[in-house]
Nanobody, 125 residues
């Protein structure tokens, strides 16, 4: 099995920045693409950003494009999400997720095989 643990969430003012991390442990050799998803209060979980195994290919939701950057360090089994110019509408629980099949992108909730428990990001206006 694979365990994913997010960290780095917190309270920040609008316009500020946060960096989320996701540490993977267990059968990490089975992890390929990884992604970040979020769920705001009263809303459905949504895709934020995805990255392939090598880090050469990334995907972003339109709402975060140009403000968020996803990256990974495979030697450290860690996924990152740098969030800049944060807005109150970015307030949500942010989840790390991973795919255990090569060739699949980490953009669909239904396609993810492993999930972390989430970290809360609150952006005040």
């Amino acid at each position: 099995q694979v365990q994913l643990v997010e960290s780095g969430g917190g309270l920040v003012q609008a316009g500020g920045s946060l960096r989320l991390s996701c540490a993977a442990s267990g059968r990490t050799f089975s992890i390929y693409a990884m992604g970040w998803f979020r769920q705001a209060p009263g809303k459905e979980r949504e895709f934020v950003a995805g990255i392939n195994y090598s880090g050469a290919s990334t995907d972003y939701a339109n709402s975060v494009k140009g403000r968020f950057t996803i990256s990974r360090d495979n030697a450290k089994n860690t996924l990152y999400l740098q969030m800049n110019t944060l807005k109150p509408e970015d307030t949500a629980v942010y989840y790390c997720a991973a795919v255990n099949s090569p060739g699949l992108r980490a953009t669909r909730i239904s396609g993810m095989d492993y999930w972390g428990k989430g970290t809360l990001v609150t952006v005040s206006s």
